[in-house]
């Protein structure tokens, strides 16, 4: 059995692709369900952020079942195989741990995926699809992380996504100061842009979310105000700046709609940072006047920046990584090399276990102790020599020699003396 890990992410695929390959929350246990039944795989757990979407598994093939069910399960008009990244056993270690640790994100270090990698770790166990080899993985992945994080500056002025796009309004649109900011959305990275826009004092700030109550709390706790979804066309004109982030599977904000806000506007500009996978602007938007539209693969130049500012830190983090795979490879393979022993002993304790029983049988049913003593000991006997005679009279059939000179070295000759000695 082989742990293997497949998927797409930032570097392999366009956002377009992305977004159909990505896993809504409420779908992912019935996505589990359906990669557990595979013949091939025992342990599956499945990561789906805005980046990426990934499977590891320990399957009892070379992989194929997983990167099949992956290119048909989700509808996207692509051959998805021609997309895939594959990594194998160490190699796949390897992986985790760098996504784990931000060394694989688009913004190098950001710390929004390490709890993205638990999240999706929770959701396994809970489907029921996380055994005792993936848990060790993932325990030792988080480990790994906060060491990175600890031990080196990859960490340090953490940046995301969010951040990068509020950095990008200040620098190339806009004086926060003199703008209003209209946030979709109320999760993670909707308030990790109105913490970033509330420190650089932006002059008004709206929220709006399907969900009103959402949308309130947050405007309460960064002096926003809150908004329902259904009255977006209401308020879309007041916003200089747009930033959207939500779960939605469609998108949320159509040409038609901002057309309107542009006529409203008189056609002042507009900036719309869509930070959403799927997206949550549609994309024909980007071909009106006076618009600004930027997805998260746009972000891509702003953060390179960053990632330049980043690489001793990372390089330290690397060696990091590399030195938990090693030790984690290594335990894993000793652990692979037990299990015959382990076997060994399992099958000596269950012969022992069924050939007592049998004797306590018979001296309940009124055999003599000495009758019984002779069915035990020859019953074990039969019992732990019959696998290996059979194997080794099947080898000698064969041909093949390397099974007797492994039984000579398990049991040398017993004329050379195995009996107690005298003092």
């Known amino acids: 059995m ?64 997983l990167a099949d069910w992956l290119a048909i399960h989700p509808d996207t008009g692509h051959d998805l195989h ?10 796949a270690v390897r992986h985790l741990f760098r996504v784990a640790t931000g060394l694989d994100s688009l913004v190098l270090g950001e710390p929004q995926i390490l709890g993205q990698v638990k999240q999706a770790w929770a959701a396994s166990r809970d489907a029921g699809t996380l055994g005792g080899q993936l848990d060790r993985l993932f325990q030792q992945a988080f480990a790994t992380a906060k060491r990175a994080r600890t031990d080196t500056r990859i960490g340090a002025n953490p940046v995301s996504v969010a951040s990068t796009a509020v950095r990008l309004a200040q620098e190339s649109f806009a004086r926060l100061s003199d703008s209003s900011v209209l946030l979709i959305g109320a999760g993670e990275t909707i308030e990790l842009a109105a913490r970033h826009l509330v420190e650089a004092r932006v002059q008004r700030l709206l929220i709006a979310n399907r969900t009103l109550a959402h949308a309130q709390d947050l ?23 747009v930033i959207s982030a939500t779960a939605s599977r469609e998108p949320v904000l159509h040409r038609a709609q901002v057309e309107h806000a542009l006529r409203q506007r008189r056609h002042r500009p507009m900036l719309l940072l869509d930070l959403a996978v799927p997206r949550d602007i549609a994309s024909d938007v980007s071909g009106l006047r006076d618009v600004f ?27 990091i990584v590399e030195l938990q795979t090693a030790r984690f490879v290594e335990a894993l393979q000793a652990s692979s090399r037990q299990q015959p022993i382990l076997r060994l002993r399992a099958h000596g304790d269950a012969a022992r276990a069924d050939a007592l029983a049998k004797a306590r049988q018979q001296l309940a049913a009124g055999a003599s102790p000495q009758q019984a003593l002779e069915f035990l000991a020859h019953t074990l006997t039969n019992r732990l020599l019959h696998a290996p005679t059979v194997a080794l009279r099947e080898a000698a059939l064969s041909g093949d020699g390397e099974l007797p000179r492994a039984a000579e070295k398990l049991f040398p000759d017993a004329s050379a003396g195995s009996g107690d000695t005298d003092g």
């Open 82 to 91: 021609a997309y895939l990244y594959r990594h194998r056993d160490g190699d």
């Open 293 to 319: 539209l930027y997805t998260v693969d746009d972000l891509e130049r702003a953060i390179e920046d960053n990632r330049r500012g980043r690489r001793e830190a990372a390089e330290q983090a690397e060696a």
């Open 2 to 65: 082989s742990l293997h890990v497949l998927g797409i992410n930032h570097q392999t695929a366009p956002v377009a692709l992305r977004e159909k390959v990505a896993f809504a929350p409420d779908a992912l246990a019935a996505a589990l369900a359906s990669l557990r039944a595979l013949p091939q795989v025992h342990e599956a757990v499945l990561l789906s952020t805005c980046n990426r979407t990934e499977l590891y598994a320990h399957t009892d093939d070379d992989g194929r079942a």
């Open 219 to 241: 405007a309460s706790r960064h002096g926003g105000v809150a908004l329902p979804l259904a009255e977006l066309d209401r308020h879309l004109a007041e916003a200089d700046i």
